[in-house]
């Protein structure tokens, strides 16, 4: 099983970046895929899931201005980030597992792909 996180990268705030993870070795659709982020000194956090019914749920952090998306048939989801903050910089994990903010419900994880913010 692999998650690959792509498309981090540096921008200036009010910018926008989308984040790709592409799945193998899984059938993405049969689990909930999350995104979450890692801020240095602070704890993982979860802030965009889908479960297997298409339901996406955001944290109160990114709502509104994040977006996350799957394709299925490329089993493949995508998290689209408008109007960056500063506080957005962390390096950001795509997961495979069950519905929940905890990364404990989380069983399969990607490297993560940094973003900052400035």
């Known amino acids: 099983v692999q998650l690959v996180e792509s498309g981090g990268g540096s921008v200036q705030v009010g910018g926008s970046l989308m984040l790709t993870c592409a799945v193998t070795?899984?059938?993405?659709?049969?689990?909930?895929m999350a995104w979450f982020r890692q801020a240095p000194g602070r704890e993982r956090e979860g802030i965009a899931a889908?479960?297997?019914?298409?339901?996406?749920r955001y944290a109160e952090s990114v709502k509104g201005r994040f977006t996350m998306n799957r394709d299925n048939a490329k089993n493949t989801i995508y998290l689209q980030m408008n109007s960056l903050k500063s506080e957005d910089t962390a390096l950001y994990y795509c997961?495979?597992?069950?519905?929940?903010?905890?990364?404990?419900?989380?069983?399969?994880w990607g490297q993560g792909t940094q973003v900052t913010v400035s």
């Open positions: 997961a495979a597992g069950s519905m929940s903010w905890a990364d404990t419900a989380y069983k399969y």
């Open positions: 070795g899984l059938p993405s659709s049969y689990y909930t």
């Open positions: 889908v479960d297997s019914e298409g339901k996406i």
